[in-house]
């Protein structure tokens, strides 16, 4: 069974930083398309970033410049580094394996499973 | 405001069917790109409901199913249950953004 756990939420002042954790066990994380999504409170859900197997990544223009997915092959964890946080990142932010992708693209996919969640605030 | 367009609600009797509308446009579902929706319980993290546009994961029961035309994607749900009551997103692709999209979601309340 896949299972996905994220960690490293809490409270950040505004242009603090975080780094968000997602633990994989039933699915080999460099060898698979991961992506983050985030839910601000009571609102809908929105893509966040992309990790392909073969290292390529991709961004919401929200995040873009501010953000960094990586991985660490040997822990099997999927990492966001977050910067320059704003109020407007405020949300639980899901880690999820993206589903579908074929050898050369990624855009019929969909997210399965995904993790429970850590929730991230940004204030002062 | 979300890319994809759902009601914020929807509602139904025990047993009865209802079906939760999801309209995009040319640069994600009428440009070919499917859809897929998801179930979110109060609390819970989003579970996949529909991948393909029509396709059902194993352990969803068939009273869910997915349909798609043109520019929209519709989720039915019959036979409505108690545990159905949760919020539901659509999700697709969207190429002017470069990025995947989520509807609003729409909140299912079993009367």
């Known amino acids: 069974e896949v299972q996905l756990v994220e960690s490293g939420g809490g409270l950040v002042q505004p242009g603090g930083s975080l780094r968000l954790s997602c633990a994989a066990s039933g699915l080999t994380v460099s060898s698979s398309y991961m992506s983050w999504v985030r839910q601000a409170p009571g609102n809908g859900l929105e893509w966040v970033s992309v990790i392909y197997s073969g290292g390529t990544t991709y961004y919401a223009d929200s995040v873009k410049g501010r953000f960094t997915i990586s991985r660490d092959n040997s822990k099997n964890t999927l990492y966001l580094q977050m910067h320059s946080l704003r109020a407007e990142d405020t949300a639980v932010y899901y880690c999820?394996?993206?589903?579908?992708?074929?050898?050369?693209?990624?855009?019929?996919?969909?997210?399965?499973?995904w993790g429970q969640g850590t929730l991230v605030s940004v204030s002062s | 405001q979300s890319v994809l367009t759902q009601p914020p609600s929807v509602s139904g009797a025990p047993g009865q069917r209802v079906t939760i509308s999801c309209t995009g446009s040319?640069?994600?579902?009428?440009?070919?790109?499917?859809v897929h929706w998801y179930q979110q319980l109060p609390g819970t993290a989003p579970k996949l409901l529909i991948y393909?546009?029509?396709n059902r994961p194993s352990g969803v029961p068939d009273r869910f199913s997915g349909s798609k035309s043109g520019t929209s994607a519709s989720l039915a749900i019959s036979g409505l249950q108690a545990e159905d009551e949760a919020d539901y997103y659509c999700?697709?692709?969207?190429?002017?953004?470069?990025?995947?999209?989520f509807g609003g979601g729409t909140k299912l309340t079993v009367l």
């Open positions: 040319s640069s994600n579902i009428g440009a070919g790109y499917d």
């Open positions: 393909g546009n029509i």
């Open positions: 999700q697709s692709y969207d190429s002017s953004l470069s990025a995947w999209v």
């Open positions: 999820a394996r993206d589903v579908g992708c074929t050898s050369s693209t990624c855009r019929n996919n969909w997210f399965d499973p």
